[in-house]
C-alpha cells in the first residue's frame, strides 16, 4: 500500500486552534478535523497548504513551518503531517460543515478524526505550546 500524504494546518489565534467538522458523508465523517487535505504529486506540503486552504477556507498562508508529528491513520495508506500555519482572512466553511476555534483542552469532549486525535494528545502533552 502506498502511502498516501496528507497536510494538515494547525492555526492558531491565541490560546485557540482552527478545527473543521468533516462532512456526514465523508470517511470520519462528522468527526472534527484539522483543516488541510492531500499532497498532489510534485507539490511540497507548503503548496499543498496554500491550495487547500485557500479552497477550504478562503484563507491566505503567510507562514508555513516545520513539521509538528506525523501519524499514520490506522491501517488506511494515509499519513498525517501536521504543520503550524499562519494565514490571514476569516475562514469560510467551504469545505466542512462546521468550523471553531477550540483550546486544545476542549478538544477533549469533541469527536475528532482518529489521526487527530493522535495529534491532540500529543500536542497537549509537549511542551511547544
Not at 511540497?44 to 516545520?66: C, H, K, N
Not at 513539521?67 to 469545505?95: C, K
Not at 477550540?102 to 469532549?109: F, G, K, Y
Request: zero cysteines; charged letters at 25%.
Amino acid at each position: 500500500m502506498t502511502p498516501i500524504r496528507v497536510v494538515a494546518a494547525v492555526i492558531r489565534r491565541g490560546d485557540r486552534l482552527l478545527l473543521g467538522r468533516r462532512p456526514d458523508e465523508k470517511r470520519h465523517g462528522g468527526m472534527w478535523e484539522f483543516p488541510g487535505g492531500k499532497i498532489d504529486e510534485g507539490e511540497t506540503p507548503a503548496d499543498a497548504a496554500r491550495r487547500e486552504l485557500a479552497e477550504e477556507l478562503a484563507l491566505s498562508v503567510t507562514e508555513f513551518g516545520t513539521r509538528l508529528h506525523t501519524v499514520q491513520d490506522g491501517s488506511s495508506p494515509f499519513v498525517i503531517e501536521f504543520y503550524p500555519v499562519e494565514a490571514t482572512g476569516d475562514p469560510i466553511a467551504l469545505e466542512h460543515s462546521e468550523l471553531a476555534w477550540l483550546t486544545p483542552e476542549s478538544m477533549a469532549s469533541l469527536p475528532l478524526a482518529p489521526a487527530d486525535q493522535a495529534f491532540v494528545t500529543w500536542y497537549r502533552a509537549s511542551t511547544d505550546h
